[in-house]
């Protein structure tokens, strides 16, 4: 039997491709193996989004080489968006690699696997996305759902439209499908997946168009599902259908995440986002007001060309009066092609470092008070296994897509209630609350 090895970088579309790239070569006849060294295929799933993205997988590829020069007969392979990116380039630099392939293209992988070929592919057009391939979910009760591909959107800084091409929604109907598909394997908790994931639909011939929120009713109603999250929404098309979803749908969690990226109207202008900050701020309103308790989350650059002080404060404050529950902060990369690469006024490494970590204490300080309105509360925890820093507690998400760490017996995949007892920026504790005649 020959064994397989997956090294996985990136958002989780990616680890939707892994989990579908290793269900398609399970039935191919291949097994998995812990470590790279056992591995007669050596996979990565790349990712290109910032330059350390490029550098960690680069020195991973080192030692796939000296295993390659070790027994010559292993096949080396590289997907996804950073192969996209350099295309043939690839085995220029790095001609220890026998194939390569960009995002969603697993199914050519097979193909060159099946194939007498000897010499080196690249498999690089951009295709509909496979959806009938089999895929071995990492928990067997939370799956993906990979709504729509590719980005139409034209963020100055960003690489992605270039790796995963123009925005193609898939079917409404075989994404119900896979849905019920995904539940009578044992799926609770389903994500959709899309670089902007509200505006799926728009590209649809007339007699299947539906909106997104359409698409979260029609999924709601798969019996089984319990949980559905989303992401990521675009601010410009988080409209009051979406936000009228989450209040009246009992599946769709209390969660938004709703990437502000900077909140200067100014640099808002210079990405190319097409919202501004007053815009951004309205969409928050309006979630507050219709789902008081939803858990809001961001993505945010600091340091994006022409970022003033001046700028960096107007983040500052909309982090502070938003009040996130949590946030991902990125340093601004230059990308290749990307317009935003060659924009005058790129921030020096020391002062996008100074403002990132004025941000991040904000961004902590707001989320551990915000962390505060769940203490003494009782909350609904899908259990994903044990916790990483105690293995004794169990580890778990909340609704609000807060980590939660407990005691508690329950198995992985089922739904329990925990007691808050106590919150930071990152994580809640409590214990499981037993159910009436079992406990003591
Ligand atoms: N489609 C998603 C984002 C995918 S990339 C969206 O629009 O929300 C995830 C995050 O990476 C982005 O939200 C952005 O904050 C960050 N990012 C993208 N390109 C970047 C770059 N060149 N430098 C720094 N951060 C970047
Ligand atoms: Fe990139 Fe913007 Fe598209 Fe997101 S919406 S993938 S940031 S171009
Ligand atoms: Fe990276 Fe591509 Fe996702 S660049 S973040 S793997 S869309």
């Known amino acids: 039997m020959k064994r397989f090895h997956v090294t996985t970088f990136g958002c989780q579309m990616n680890e939707h491709d892994s989990e579908r790239m290793k269900g398609m070569l399970t039935s191919l006849g291949y097994e998995e193996v812990e470590r790279r060294e056992q591995a007669d295929l050596i996979l990565f799933n790349t990712c290109s989004i910032r330059e350390n993205a490029d550098n960690r997988f680069i020195s ?31 085995f220029r630099r790095f001609p220890f690699v026998d194939v390569a392939f960009g995002p969603g293209q697993i199914h050519r992988l097979a193909e060159f696997l099946n194939s007498d070929s000897i010499t080196a592919q690249g498999y690089f057009e951009f295709e509909e996305f496979a959806g009938d391939l089999p895929a071995n979910r990492a928990r067997p009760f939370q799956g993906w759902l990979q709504i729509s591909q590719g980005c139409n959107c034209v963020c100055t800084y960003c690489i992605v439209p270039s790796t995963r091409g123009r925005e193609q929604s898939r079917d409404p109907s075989l994404l119900v499908e896979e849905v019920e598909r995904l539940a009578a394997d044992g799926v609770r908790e389903v994500t959709l997946l899309g670089q902007n994931v509200n505006s799926y639909g728009r590209d649809l011939p007339s007699a299947s168009r539906i909106r997104f929120s359409d698409l979260l009713r029609r999924i709601d109603s798969v019996e089984g599902i319990e949980r559905i999250r989303y992401t990521s929404p675009h601010p410009k098309d988080m409209r009051e259908d979406v936000i009228e979803a989450h209040a009246e749908l009992p599946a769709l969690c209390e969660h938004i995440h709703l990437p502000l990226q900077s909140g200067s109207s100014t640099i808002l202008k210079k990405m190319r986002r097409t919202y501004d900050r007053e815009r951004y701020l309205d969409r928050v309103a309006m979630i507050r007001e219709r789902i008081p308790d939803c858990g809001l989350t961001t993505d945010i650059i600091v340091g994006f060309p022409g970022e003033t002080d001046r700028d960096f404060r107007q983040t500052l404050e909309v982090v502070d009066r938003v009040g996130y529950d949590g946030a991902f ?12 690469a060659d924009m005058d006024g790129q921030v020096p490494h020391p002062v996008k470092k100074e403002r990132m970590a004025e941000l991040v204490d904000l961004v902590q300080e707001r989320a551990r008070e915000r962390a505060q309105r769940f203490v003494g509360r009782s909350m609904e925890v899908l259990v994903e296994g044990p916790s990483r820093s105690d293995p004794t507690r169990l580890r778990g998400r909340s609704r609000h897509n807060k980590a939660v760490n407990f005691e508690g017996a329950a198995e992985p995949g089922k739904l329990v209630e925990v007691e808050i007892e106590a919150a930071t920026s990152q994580t809640l504790s409590g214990n499981e609350r037993l159910l009436s005649g079992i406990g003591a």
């Not at 590829?61 to 380039?89: H, M, N, T, Y």
Request: proline share 5%.
């Open 329 to 340: 902060t990125f340093g601004y990369s230059p990308r290749r092609g990307t317009a935003a």
């Open 60 to 90: 991973h590829l080192g030692e796939a080489k000296r295993l390659k020069g070790e027994d010559p007969a292993r096949v080396v392979g590289v997907g996804g968006c950073w192969a996209q990116s350099v295309k043939e380039e690839v």
